[in-house]
Structures are given as structure tokens and as C-alpha cells.
């Protein structure tokens, strides 16, 4: 099995998501009341610059063995899935992310333990559609190679064979014995 993993395909983000950022979080300062006050310094530069940061921190890569995805401003997070764990691939669209040019890829793999329902959130790649079917195709050929070294060969199945039947005469003989 090699360990070393070659570079498929980079994901290029799609720079509304300073947007995207500014405006989240200043729908749930409004909301919240309280944060009213906080949405003079979050339209004042405070947004842009957290904005700005988060994009220039994006990146996410398909290798031929996983898919690695960074991003954070003050808080970083690093997540590598193997391929082999996707289970799906959703993309979430909405009007206010139509407005905007973006798409949401929610990637969720096999046993996840996130109560949210996917792993990995990818907003606002750019030709999104293209970046999905090639980590789907990439999952298909390691679970191909993954399959074909699974496969027994005839050597393995006569040394099978080989121990059932001494077991089979251990078996008999202790019969025989009793």
C-alpha cells in the first residue's frame, strides 16, 4: 500500500464568501438583540477583515487517498477524511447563496459522530459540480484498486483448503479417541 498520497486536484474558493461571512454574522447580531450595538464595528471593518482572513485561510485538497481541508481565523481546523469514508455528497443551495454565487458541498462519511449530519462543510468552490465528480471517481478507483487486492488468489485458497483438512483430521481423530 503506498503511503504517499499525489495531488489530484486543488479547490479554488469563490472570493463572495467574505460576503457571504459579513452578512451571516450580521443577521445573527441583529437577531440576537444584544449584538445591535456590535454591528456598527462589524460593518466598520472588523466583518471585512475576519472576512478576508477566513477566505485567504481556505483550502482544500483531493488527493488519491483523502480529502484535506483547512480553514480558521482565530480558531484553525484541519480535517483529513479517506476517501474510502465518503459515504455522500450533498450540495445545499438556497436564495440567499444563489445571490451570492456560492454553493454549500456537505461531505458525510461512515460512522460519523457530528449531530449536525455531515463531517465537512465546503462553501464556495468554485465549479463545485467538477470538484464533486472527481472525488467521487477518485473513491470509485481506490475502492477498485481497494477490491482487486481483496480478491483471494488460487495459491491462498489451496492453503485454505490445506488447513480445513488438517483440521478435519485432528477432528476425526478426536472422535475416534473419545
Not at 104 to 123: F, P, R, Y
Request: charged content about 25%.
Amino acid at each position: 500500500m503506498n503511503l504517499e498520497s499525489n495531488l489530484i486536484q486543488k479547490a479554488e474558493f469563490n472570493p463572495n464568501i467574505k460576503t457571504y461571512i459579513l452578512l451571516v454574522v450580521a443577521f445573527f447580531l441583529t437577531i440576537s438583540l444584544v449584538g445591535i450595538p456590535i454591528l456598527i464595528i462589524w460593518f466598520l471593518g472588523l466583518g471585512q477583515y475576519i472576512g478576508k482572513r477566513f477566505y485567504e485561510n481556505l483550502s482544500c485538497e483531493l488527493t488519491d487517498r483523502h480529502l484535506e481541508f483547512k480553514k480558521g481565523v482565530l480558531f484553525k481546523i484541519e480535517k483529513t477524511i479517506p476517501l474510502e469514508n465518503i459515504q455522500d455528497l450533498t450540495f445545499v443551495e438556497n436564495p440567499f447563496l444563489k445571490m451570492l454565487d456560492l454553493r454549500i458541498l456537505k461531505i458525510e462519511t461512515a460512522g460519523q459522530s457530528n449531530l449536525q449530519g455531515s463531517d465537512m462543510k465546503l462553501i464556495g468552490i468554485l465549479d463545485s459540480s467538477d470538484f464533486k465528480k472527481k472525488v467521487l471517481h477518485q473513491r470509485e478507483l481506490l475502492n477498485t484498486e481497494c477490491r482487486s487486492e481483496t480478491i483471494p488468489t488460487e495459491t491462498s485458497n489451496e492453503q485454505t483448503n490445506k488447513i480445513l483438512m488438517e483440521i478435519r483430521d485432528i477432528l476425526n481423530d478426536i472422535k475416534n479417541k473419545a
